[in-house]
């Protein structure tokens, strides 16, 4: 059974930082393109962030330039670097294939950003 964890949000002020982790089982996910995904309330989820097998990135353009996916393969770990935090990033982010969808979602994790 593939199993996707999230961890590391919690509540940061407008300008802060945040290292989300989202750690695999079940699944080797230097073999898989992986993404980082949020959700806002009352918002469908969005894609934020994407990382290839061959380590190319790609992301929203309203993260550009301020956060960073990578991947510790040794860790079986992805990670997404937040910084100079909105109050618009404020949601449940979650990791999950970036191409295709590992159903049923893990729990995400909560960023909240104050103004």
């Known amino acids: 059974q593939v199993l996707l964890v999230e961890s590391g949000g919690g509540l940061v002020q407008s300008g802060g930082s945040l290292r989300l982790s989202c750690a695999a089982s079940?699944?080797?996910?230097?073999?898989?393109?992986m993404a980082w995904y949020r959700q806002a309330p009352g918002k469908q989820r969005e894609l934020v962030a994407g990382i290839t097998s061959g380590d190319n990135t790609d992301y929203a353009d309203s993260v550009k330039g301020r956060f960073t996916i990578s991947r510790d393969n040794a860790k079986n770990t992805v990670y997404l670097q937040m910084s100079s935090l909105k109050s618009e990033d404020t949601a449940v982010y979650y990791c999950?294939?970036?191409?295709?969808?590992?159903?049923?979602w893990g729990q995400g994790t909560q960023v909240t950003v104050s103004s």
């Open positions: 079940g699944l080797r996910l230097s073999t898989r393109d």
């Open positions: 999950n294939y970036y191409s295709g969808v590992l159903e049923p």
